[in-house]
């Protein structure tokens, strides 16, 4: 999915897909961590897309939210279980290289962005748009990317108790000190050296 510049106005837009949306069934299964079967007759997961656009002099905004499930593996268990998640989008661009990441004022330009104009814990920066088209498969791609945990956990896997094995044999320091033999030849001085 692409958004063309003329697709940001000074008044907000709404833009919305769900699961019936190929392209967005495409990108959610290529997250999958088990690919889908192929003859599998189960209807895909329900997906949910809200994107809110306008543009703010140069910037162009992007917010919203994607809600759905990926297919991922428990690290506990292995088995295959669905992982709900609720991704955040939010991305600036500007084809003004004054305003943009890249430019050596760092996003100083006449165009200010503060607080007020976004949530006050994101820090935005703008990003350089070279074409008059946003591609949005990557922009979905990374915020599902954010929500997977390092080690996922079903439900069977968080209920896991962790048992710890201790070995009843106290440790014991080493009687030899394995760098003795290579600081033998080291020869010390107590003096100090004057500069």
Do not use: C
């Given at each position: ?40 007759k189960k209807p895909f997961r329900t997906a949910a897309l809200n994107l809110s656009t306008r543009k703010v002099g140069d910037v ?7 809600k759905s499930s990926v297919i991922l593996i428990c690290s506990a268990t292995g088995e295959e279980f669905e992982f709900p998640f ?110």
């Open positions: 999915m692409r958004l063309h510049i003329r697709d940001f106005k000074e008044d907000e837009s709404h833009f919305v897909a769900n699961e019936t949306d190929k392209w967005l069934r495409d990108l959610i299964e290529k997250s999958d961590e088990v690919p889908p079967s192929p003859d599998s162009l905004w992007i917010e919203g939210e994607l609720s991704a955040k989008i939010r991305h600036l661009y500007s084809q003004n290289p004054e305003l943009t990441i890249n430019s050596d004022t760092k996003g100083q330009g006449k165009y200010q962005i503060g607080s007020n104009d976004w949530e006050a814990q994101w820090s935005p920066e703008i990003e350089p748009l070279v074409s008059n088209e946003v591609e949005m498969e990557p922009i979905i791609s990374e915020a599902i990317g954010l929500e997977i945990p390092m080690r996922p956990l079903s439900e069977a896997g968080r209920s896991m108790k962790e048992t710890v094995v201790l070995d009843e044999t106290p440790i014991k320091p080493p009687t030899h000190n394995p760098f003795s033999e290579l600081l033998k030849d080291v020869k010390v001085s107590s003096k100090k050296r004057d500069n």
